[in-house]
Nanobody, 124 residues
Framework: QVQLVESGGGLVQAGGSLRLSCAASGRTFSSYAIGWFRQAPGKEREFVAHFSRTGSTYYADSVKGRFTISRDNAKNTVYLQMNSLEPEDTAVYFC??????????????????WGQGTQVTVSS
């Protein structure tokens, strides 16, 4: 069983920055592949960023160049640094552990553990 707790969300003006954190339980945290997803009201959950087990990172086109995913295995924590925020980035942000490798890193069904989410609101 893996527990994930996100934090760091809040209200920020367009152009501002936030850093989200995802604290995870589990002794084998360093072996986890972690993803960040977001869900805006009335929309489906969408992929944001992924940190693979081999250290590769992947981003949605909409956030590439603005967001950075990183991890600190000593703290069992994954981060999402978000810069140049836009109103379109407003959503609940979730971190998740990938437990199935049947489709693709950007597909939510491949993830078996999810946090409760943290709200990010970007005002114009």
């Amino acid at each position: 069983q893996v527990q994930l707790v996100e934090s760091g969300g809040g209200l920020v003006q367009a152009g501002g920055s936030l850093r989200l954190s995802c604290a995870a339980s589990g002794r084998t945290f360093s072996s986890y592949a972690i993803g960040w997803f977001r869900q805006a009201p009335g929309k489906e959950r969408e992929f944001v960023a992924h940190f693979s087990r081999t250290g590769s990172t992947y981003y949605a086109d909409s956030v590439k160049g603005r967001f950075t995913i990183s991890r600190d295995n000593a703290k069992n924590t994954v981060y999402l640094q978000m810069n140049s925020l836009e109103p379109e980035d407003t959503a609940v942000y979730f971190c998740a552990v990938r437990t199935r490798f049947t489709t693709a890193y950007y597909n939510p069904p491949d993830y078996g553990y999810w946090g409760q989410g943290t709200q990010v609101t970007v005002s114009s």
